[in-house]
Structures are given as structure tokens and as C-alpha cells.
């Protein structure tokens, strides 16, 4: 998901958003556990998602 897309949600979308993210790093975490995860890099693009929505939220926090 692009910083674009994640400015243009409101609130409540992107704490919406973040829940999904969580659940499936969760998910993407057990299969690479499990060697079920052939693109590991999918998990790495997962977490970096986590993290523009969390930034994106504590800036409109602070702001």
C-alpha cells in the first residue's frame, strides 16, 4: 500500500487497515515458521506497511 493511498483513509479505515496488516503478518509469520512461505519477502512487505500506517497515525496525532 502506498503513503498516498493510507493519507487518504480516515480514522477509523486505517485502524481498520492496521488490524488486517497484524493479522496477516501473523498469518505470513506462521507460514514461513512452518516452511509453507516460498516469498518471504511478502512478510517483509507486510511490516513495512505496519509501519507507514502507524507513522501516518502518529503524525496526524501529533499534528
Same mark, same amino acid.
Given at each position: 500500500?502506498? #503513503? $498516498?493511498?493510507?493519507? $487518504?483513509?480516515?480514522?477509523? *479505515?486505517?485502524?481498520? *487497515?492496521?488490524?488486517?496488516?497484524?493479522?496477516?503478518?501473523? #498469518?505470513?509469520?506462521? @507460514?514461513?515458521?512452518?516452511?509453507?512461505?516460498? @516469498? #518471504?519477502?511478502?512478510?517483509?512487505?507486510?511490516?513495512?506497511? &505496519?509501519?507507514?500506517?502507524? #507513522? &501516518?497515525?502518529? *503524525?496526524? @496525532?501529533?499534528?
Amino acid at each position: 500500500m502506498k #503513503t $498516498e493511498e493510507i493519507r $487518504e483513509l480516515s480514522d477509523d *479505515e486505517m485502524k481498520a *487497515e492496521l488490524e488486517r496488516l497484524y493479522k496477516e503478518a501473523f #498469518t505470513l509469520r506462521m @507460514q514461513k515458521a512452518s516452511d509453507l512461505l516460498p @516469498q #518471504t519477502h511478502l512478510l517483509i512487505n507486510a511490516k513495512k506497511d &505496519i509501519a507507514r500506517v502507524r #507513522t &501516518i497515525m502518529r *503524525e496526524r @496525532q501529533i499534528g
